[in-house]
């Protein structure tokens, strides 16, 4: 399995990448006493991401031999997307600024609480983001515009859980992407997708409560989607920081 260590990343990288490993380092001394290296693999090298059919891009602590390693685990390292790179390690940046998750139980890691992490988490980010130097908004509306693509050629389903995911996704674009792409947004699924539409238009009129660039307000307004949209199972938040930092001091 080929890994880029971060020494090597560094060579490669433009100046706001190199502006969000220097973050990362400065936030984890902070917290930690010591910054993991951050390194870059293949997931579709990984075992138990290689499978998975759609892209996927995600990030989470290895340790090996003793050391502690950010694994940031990419769609494609030849080469790395600079852009990808600093938005799964803004997510830890962010995890160090306090801003938290929930997870849902017993089923852990599943759509629903993957995309309402997403939804609460992707406006900081993005800032995050640009504050380093990169310009997430034409992936953000690639994205918007690749799901309105399919969101056209589908009916809607009657599973409501479902339509609860993609009213997570949708809403997760319609807050990120430019106006006149939301606007085709609420054409097409306020016709085509009604029930998705008014529970997107539920968490849509929710987030209007709530700056989501405050780490408590972030977690607050995920409590109330979960409320107001009935999303199902247990939650709690989530541990990702103090499991960190065991794993940094075992």
Not at 15 to 37: R, V
Not at 128 to 152: M, Y
Not at 187 to 196: A, G, N, R
Request: net charge positive.
């Amino acid at each position: 399995m080929k890994l880029i260590e971060e020494v090597n990343i560094r060579k490669i990288a433009d100046s706001p990448t190199l502006a969000m490993l220097d973050l990362w380092k400065k936030l984890a001394m902070e917290k930690f006493g010591k910054a993991p290296e951050v390194i870059i693999g293949d997931r579709k090298e990984h075992p138990q991401l290689k499978s998975f059919a759609g892209s996927i891009n995600l990030s989470y602590p290895h340790k090996v031999k003793g050391n502690v390693y950010l694994a940031l685990w990419l769609d494609s390292i030849a080469p790395p997307d600079l852009l990808m790179v600093t938005h799964e390690l803004g997510h830890w940046v962010l995890k160090l600024q306090k801003f938290r998750g929930l997870l849902s139980y017993p089923k852990k890691n599943n759509n629903i609480e993957i995309m309402l992490n997403s939804l609460a988490h992707h406006v900081p980010l993005y800032n995050l983001q640009k504050k380093c130097g990169h310009e997430p908004q034409t992936e953000i509306n690639s994205r918007a515009l690749h799901n309105l693509d399919l969101f056209s050629k589908d009916e809607e389903p009657y599973d409501s859980n479902t339509c609860k995911i993609s009213a997570l996704i949708l809403a997760d674009d319609m807050i990120n992407c430019t106006s006149s792409i939301a606007d085709q947004m609420i054409i097409l699924f306020s016709k085509k997708h009604p029930k998705t539409y008014k529970i997107m238009e539920t968490i849509l009129e929710t987030k209007s409560y709530y700056d989501l660039q405050i780490p408590e307000k972030s977690l607050k307004f995920q409590r109330m989607v979960i409320k107001k949209v009935a999303l199902p199972g247990s939650w709690d938040i989530d541990k990702d920081v103090d499991e960190l930092d065991k794993l940094i001091r075992a």
